[in-house]
């Protein structure tokens, strides 16, 4: 009898038994191979934050948010962080848009992009932008870690979303983005 064929005979128990005993194998056999130390990279992280948005331009005009509409966002997301350069994030960010004294959710953007990081706390984020009322575009977004600690930091980031379709002028806005990565 071959080898492997003893090796697919235990992953062959019952569902996710077998799958738990190897995950628990494999898992003991890399942290033999490292000496006991757990990888540094990849690794996972996550944040929640609050985006203040600031205005947006068209062709046509400039809207600020502190007229009769405003808008605020919750962005949280988790991101993998593959090297000390760079990452991949996965955001998703629901905004609350009140007007005449109503507040609804107004859109959900999907917002996918890759970290590339810098020394001294500093990210550049390229995102691509899908929102649920139909628009789409791109961000890039300025990020700076201002307290770094044990288990969470402190950020800011200030986003320049770019945003086409749903028959609206292409536009370019901004705000300022305050949140916590854990």
Same mark, same amino acid.
């Given at each position: 009898?071959?080898?492997? =064929?003893?090796? +697919?005979?235990? !992953?062959?128990?019952? @569902?996710?038994?077998?799958?738990?005993? $190897?995950?628990?194998? %494999?898992?003991?056999?890399?942290?033999?191979?490292?000496?006991?130390?757990?990888?540094?990279?990849?690794?996972? =992280?996550?944040? +929640?934050?609050? !985006?203040?948005?600031? @205005?947006?331009?068209?062709?046509?005009? $400039?809207?600020?948010? %502190?007229?009769?509409?405003?808008?605020?966002?919750?962005p949280f997301g988790m991101?993998?962080?593959?090297?000390?350069?760079?990452?991949?994030?996965?955001?998703?960010?629901?905004?609350?848009?009140?007007?005449?004294?109503?507040?609804?959710?107004?859109?959900?953007?999907?917002?996918?992009?890759?970290?590339?990081?810098?020394?001294?706390?500093?990210?550049?984020?390229?995102?691509?932008?899908?929102?649920?009322?139909?628009?789409?575009?791109?961000?890039?977004?300025?990020?700076?870690?201002?307290?770094?600690?044990?288990?969470?930091?402190?950020?800011?980031?200030?986003?320049?979303?770019?945003?086409?379709?749903?028959?609206?002028?292409?536009?370019?806005?901004?705000?300022?983005?305050?949140?916590?990565?854990?």
């Amino acid at each position: 009898m071959h080898p492997n =064929t003893q090796f +697919f005979k235990l !992953l062959k128990l019952s @569902g996710l038994k077998g799958y738990l005993l $190897f995950f628990i194998l %494999f898992s003991t056999t890399v942290k033999i191979a490292h000496g006991q130390q757990p990888a540094s990279y990849p690794r996972v =992280t996550g944040y +929640f934050s609050v !985006l203040n948005p600031i @205005g947006t331009l068209t062709q046509r005009s $400039f809207h600020s948010n %502190f007229g009769d509409v405003y808008n605020i966002g919750f962005p949280f997301g988790m991101n993998i962080i593959k090297s000390d350069r760079f990452g991949i994030s996965f955001e998703v960010a629901p905004t609350i848009r009140t007007e005449k004294n109503i507040s609804k959710v107004s859109t959900i953007l999907f917002h996918p992009g890759a970290m590339f990081r810098f020394k001294h706390g500093f990210t550049f984020i390229g995102r691509m932008a899908f929102e649920s009322n139909g628009r789409f575009g791109f961000t890039p977004v300025f990020n700076q870690v201002i307290k770094k600690g044990k288990d969470a930091s402190l950020f800011v980031s200030v986003p320049f979303p770019v945003r086409f379709g749903n028959d609206l002028p292409a536009s370019l806005s901004t705000g300022l983005q305050l949140g916590v990565s854990f």
